[in-house]
Nanobody, 122 residues
Framework: QVQLVESGGGLVQPGGSLRLSCAAS????????MGWYRQAPGKERELVAT???????NYGDSVKGRFTISRDSAQKKVYLQMDSLKPEDTAVYYC????????????????WGQGTQVTVSS
């Protein structure tokens, strides 16, 4: 069973830092784009950052210059380093990845983690 599992959320003061991790597990024959999204109460899910297997990263405007996405393809992990956190960064953060679960198929499917809560408050 293919799944994504996030970790690293929690409560942090404004200006602080957190590092989120997401690990893909199960039978996987390829990983394309990996990324992070977030959803605050009463708001739609929004892009935080994405990172392809090769090429440039992409960030949402509200986190540019403060958050850094990285990945370890060999370990099937993606990370989100969050610095200079603000109260408006409070949300559930979801890991997303396009995975190829079938050896003889070229199709990648989107998978989501269960989410991890990040709360920025004094």
């Amino acid at each position: 069973q293919v799944q994504l599992v996030e970790s690293g959320g929690g409560l942090v003061q404004p200006g602080g830092s957190l590092r989120l991790s997401c690990a893909a597990s199960g039978t996987i024959f390829g990983i394309s784009v990996m990324g992070w999204y977030r959803q605050a109460p009463g708001k739609e899910r929004e892009l935080v950052a994405t990172i392809p297997s090769t090429g440039s990263t992409n960030y949402g405007d509200s986190v540019k210059g403060r958050f850094t996405i990285s990945r370890d393809s060999a370990q099937k992990k993606v990370y989100l380093q969050m610095d200079s956190l603000k109260p408006e960064d409070t949300a559930v953060y979801y890991c997303n990845a396009y995975l190829k679960p079938l050896r003889y198929s070229s199709t990648y499917y989107p998978y989501w983690g269960q989410g991890t809560q990040v709360t920025v408050s004094s």
